[in-house]
DNA sequence: ATGAAAGCGCTAACAC
DNA sequence: GTGTTAGCGCTTTCAT
């Protein structure tokens, strides 16, 4: 980014002082006197002296730039916690730098900003991050300012921010078990951040305090897409008998769900019950409005600033794991099972 | 970023060589025995080196990283735009860091990035950018690598690349036009960009093509909100007599138009015909299915990128104003209005 | 109140 | 092949 830049040797050359004179009237430290001052502002001033800022940071000063890297922003839910982030770092006076990776956090990703933007940044927050275990050992040898958004698929020692997806799918089933539905299906996402793995130990559980067994064919695979969704939906309503509510680990599955069980010509929900994950806004505009569950964003965007922050300042009061819980939003794609119990058998597809 | 750094300094001591030696080996510049080499590697390795990014800048170096301001990430064209710049400056090798200002291009806004923007990248990209005359004298007098993308709320010098707003929207209200519509009106977004200024004009331009009159109480004034579009709408749809089509800056408002219109029991497209702009992912999937314009987002990325890296290597061929024309996506929101002419002043609610 | 020197971490340019 | 010197633009000592 370099024309010719102005350095502080020309404009204290252009004043007729010091360099470290011109140095402190231009950073506002130190003793100088006034008309001092206004030589070198006059003379930094016709020279359109901008200060480098590098120079400055490789004094061992900070640059007041926070990372945050997620792998997909044009997820809804990441890039709502990334505009909550951006709210909340200007709360400190810092700038945030978004890094879309696009892709797991391997070597070669390492290699990129683990490397190159090494020193760019005071702190780094990694949203929902998909790395390998190399990779996060070496973060966690590395000792540097980071905090870990909704990472749950192994324990760590970095700082960990987190929803509570366990607690909020246990609950979402529980409320679907209290409705009176006992064939309940959950529809898996991805594994790499352990999101979804955690969500299923919540609907498992769900399932066991009710005491209701689990029937395997009810578990499907899904991808967290919509059309993943859709494909699982197919499969668990040719099942006979058919489950009579199904939990996807998001929502856009749920919502591809939806759209296989409409093309099946069931009923929502008087035939079938459909819970999802996050409160995208699709989740409130589908028909019937999909029951959801929502991790609270802005909280969670500032306790990560927070942490990380005290991280960077060094300051006491850090908190390995800070977690939140879930809200449930109860919308019309849930029903009690008695709403219709002689419809239940209508049109189903048989495999 | 730094806790306790790791320097060349350290490595080249445990690697018993140079400082020379151990750059030579890591930056793999120059003559270094293939045993020297790993020796260095390998001690750079224990400790968990890693470059600092800064200091080699400072030697005048380029950071390989590039740098894109926007202003609301959310939105969902800005979203797929950037997307489609992280996919393409892949292919020289660079980074791509966002930068979310969320406000106005402000004096403080400048100096916060235009700071930074100061060493810490090679190149920067403003995608619709809201910059104050100043900034944008300031910029152009930088001679700093820069690519404005959409901005044509006034000439400039700096490179600028562009859909055409102009003929897009000419195009799309001909084909009104054609279709039989006469009172058309237009639902104008904000004011920042010169993109509702540059669509207006089509509009304009399509009717006075036509030698249609323009009524001044069809052109209504939103801000490129889906709300903004409904009030507008509401207005629209009150005239009597009613515009039999609605031409609106962007898709959120043409959406709301469509809403304001439902509500009124207004059929479309028989009773009103409907045309947007940007093709986002609600366009589609509305009911009726919206007919509207779409900008090249890939073609505009490539050239975004391309033209900075022309830039950023001081290579020849550089363009100064890059513009593809819009592509108009004919769906279910427009008809001609021969289609149900008796029904067209059906439920109007008369002001 | 001001100045001189040293050094942040790295690499181009020359030695050897 | 490898080491030495110098210096990027700035600020933190320590003098004056």
Redesign the pocket.
């Given at each position: 980014m370099?024309k010719q830049?102005v350095?502080?040797?020309q404009?204290?050359a252009k004043a007729?002082?010091?360099?470290?004179?011109?140095?402190?009237?231009?950073?506002g430290?130190?003793?100088?006197?006034e008309?001092?001052?206004n030589k070198v502002l006059a003379a930094a001033d016709a020279l359109g002296?901008?200060?480098?800022a590098?120079?400055?940071v490789?004094?061992?000063?900070r640059t007041n730039v926070l990372g945050v890297v997620v792998n997909d922003l044009s997820s809804v839910v990441v890039n709502a916690f990334v505009s909550a982030l951006t709210e909340e770092v200007r709360k400190y006076e810092m700038d945030l730098f978004i890094y879309n990776s696009s892709v797991q956090l391997d070597e070669q990703a390492q290699r990129r900003h683990g490397q190159l933007l090494h020193?760019l940044w005071d702190g780094l927050i990694y949203v929902l991050p998909r790395m390998t275990d190399e990779y996060l050992a070496a973060l966690e040898a590395s000792g540097s300012p980071v905090v870990l958004v909704n990472f749950c698929r192994r324990p760590t020692t970095l700082p960990v921010v987190l929803g509570d997806n366990f607690n909020g799918a246990r609950d979402a089933v529980a409320s679907l078990v209290a409705q009176g539905h006992a064939r309940i299906a959950f529809i898996r996402g991805s594994h790499w951040t352990g999101q979804s793995a955690e969500r299923e130990r919540g609907y498992r559980q769900a399932m066991a305090d009710a005491g209701l067994p689990v029937d395997e064919r009810w578990v499907a695979q899904g991808t967290f897409s919509e059309k993943s969704g859709l494909e699982a939906g197919q499969a668990l309503f040719a099942l006979d008998p058919r489950p009579t509510a199904v939990f996807a680990a998001n929502d856009e599955m749920a919502l591809g769900c939806m759209n296989a069980a409409r093309a099946l010509g069931l009923r929502l929900p008087e035939d079938v019950s459909l819970v999802g994950f996050d409160d995208v806004p699709g989740a409130v505009t589908a028909q019937p409005p999909l029951t959801t569950l929502r991790h609270p964003l802005a909280l969670m965007a500032q306790a990560t600033v927070q942490e990380l922050m005290r991280r960077v300042l060094h300051e006491p009061g850090t908190r390995q794991r800070v977690e939140f819980p879930a809200e449930m939003v109860m919308r019309g794609s849930t029903a009690p099972i008695a709403t219709a119990p002689a419809a239940a058998k209508r049109r189903t597809r048989k495999a």
């Open positions: 370099k830049a350095t502080l040797v404009v204290a007729g002082v010091a360099v470290m004179t011109a140095s402190r009237a231009i950073s430290d130190g003793y100088v006197s008309e001092t001052r002296y901008a200060p480098n590098l120079a400055r490789m004094k061992g000063g020193g």
